[in-house]
């Protein structure tokens, strides 16, 4: 069953337009009546990044919760992984996290994780979708009175999550120089108070959030600023986050991307060779670069690949029992240290690495992997789950898989979290892969635009 309200991430759109403060609400009423059904007695705890919407909107979800009779926990800005971690440390229902991530500041959302700091299940979110859309009266018996939930706010959390990340490694980063990105998000507060402790030389860059800038030319999916201040500061890494610090994109002491397949070769050779990759599995999605899987066929290691997802991502991994698993993207899970995708994790290991090895990154990534030619196009549709009944966006994938061979591989699928449509081919030949993906794309925009 195809889901109508959330996608890969949770419930995301542009602020009142798709996500309002009624949704908002409505949300709350549906999960707080599941909650109810349960037999839940524990507080729901909410998280956001630095949207100028999170404060409205998480006020709205929260009445909903209250009006249910749960009582919620206000933990201000926090990185997501934060809320994960607080939910299973202080043993809560549930928590929640108002962000949309990568999205640009006019867009926002509303993702949970259950008591276990995992994301909630399938079953769930299309229980909380049948109630909102079905037309179910969620206000016909509420609990009155004094049996209302209560609100109350604990700032102190993003300092106990920061004391857990500073107890992972007792590595001295003091010989490393690095520039961070902080993406005017999530990691704006907690990175420049964590990583100096640690002794790393660092510089804060997009680390002033006012609401509005969050992700503007910055961040994770906006690399060119920290490329540019790597080089001229002759550092020798660059890290990024994205808007809610769940994952992390690197440049390395050359000035050229570290992405998060590269990452996962990284930390999981070095896990291999010191024998600390428990069950030797890896876990990826169908978008990882071709050469991580001939780098892990080298090294004996099992690697497993799922839809786009790190929510899939992190279920394989506990099926299989792997510690190490993520996307290209750069949503990394090292599921010794937390329990879902966590930027700051993944990049305290990186530095772990460096100071290990006393090797740079741009010579650890080469010993890694080799990345095969890889294309990728985003293009914005007007329904993106068409695609795969459209006669000529079939016909032009089987032409460019015709024209491929047994050389490579091309992948379309619609976005989980906004309304587009990734194009991505890979081969040995970049300049026939360029055109294969012009060639979908085109087709595409037309049928589909």
């Not at 069950?279 to 290691?301: D, F, H, Q, Y």
């Not at 099926?319 to 899970?333: P, T, V, W, Y």
């Amino acid at each position: 069953m195809l889901s109508r309200l959330f996608g890969t991430d949770g419930v995301r759109g542009r602020v009142n337009t798709k996500l309002t403060c009624s949704l908002a609400y409505k949300i709350g009423l549906a999960y707080g009546k599941i909650y109810r059904e349960k037999g839940e007695t524990g507080k729901v705890l909410i998280g956001r990044d630095t949207r100028i919407s999170g404060d409205m909107l998480e006020k709205a979800l929260a009445a909903g919760l209250m009006s249910q009779g749960v009582s919620v926990v206000s933990l201000g800005v926090i990185p997501t992984p934060g809320v994960a971690f607080l939910v299973k440390q202080e043993q809560a229902a549930a928590g929640v996290v108002i962000s949309a991530s990568h999205n640009p500041a006019y867009d926002n959302g509303i993702k949970f994780f259950s008591g276990e700091g995992y994301k909630i299940p399938d079953e769930v979110e299309l229980a909380m979708e049948a109630l909102i859309l079905d037309g179910v009266d969620m206000e016909a018996d509420l609990p009155e009175g004094t049996a209302v939930g209560e609100m109350t706010v604990d700032l102190d959390g993003a300092n106990r999550y920061a004391d857990y990340l500073g107890s992972i490694f007792q590595d001295d980063y003091s010989g490393i120089s690095a520039v961070v990105d902080c993406a005017n998000g999530a990691a704006s507060f907690i990175a420049p108070a964590l990583l100096p402790k640690l002794g790393l030389l660092a510089e804060f860059i997009s680390a002033m959030p006012n609401g509005i800038n969050i992700n503007d030319g910055c961040g994770s999916t906006h690399l060119e600023q920290l490329q540019q201040a790597v080089l001229a500061k002759k550092a020798q890494l660059g890290l990024a986050f994205d808007a809610d610090a769940d994952r992390l994109l690197a440049v390395d002491d050359q000035g050229d991307v570290v992405d998060g397949d590269e990452i996962i070769a990284i930390c999981s050779k070095y896990l291999w060779e010191e024998k600390q990759l428990d069950s030797n599995k890896l876990v990826v999605t169908m978008m990882s670069n071709l050469g991580l899987s001939l780098a892990a066929k080298e090294r004996g290691i099992a690697l497993y690949q799922t839809n786009v997802g790190d929510r899939y991502v992190i279920e394989k991994m506990r099926q299989e029992g792997a510690i190490l698993g993520g996307e290209q993207s750069g949503h990394i899970i090292f599921s010794r240290y937390n329990t879902t995708g966590d930027g700051l994790v993944t990049a305290l290991n990186i530095l772990h690495i460096l100071a290990a090895t006393g090797k740079p990154l741009s010579v650890l990534k080469k010993e890694a992997m080799t990345k095969l030619p890889q294309v990728l196009e985003n293009i914005y549709v007007q329904d993106k789950k068409a695609w795969s009944q459209n006669e000529k966006i079939l016909a032009a994938v089987a032409e460019g898989e015709t024209a491929l061979g047994n050389k490579g591989r091309i992948v379309i699928r619609p976005s989980g979290t906004e309304e587009l449509i990734r194009i991505m081919a890979e081969g040995p030949d970049m300049g026939q892969l360029e055109q294969i993906v012009d060639d979908i794309g085109l087709t595409v925009k037309q049928e589909l635009g």
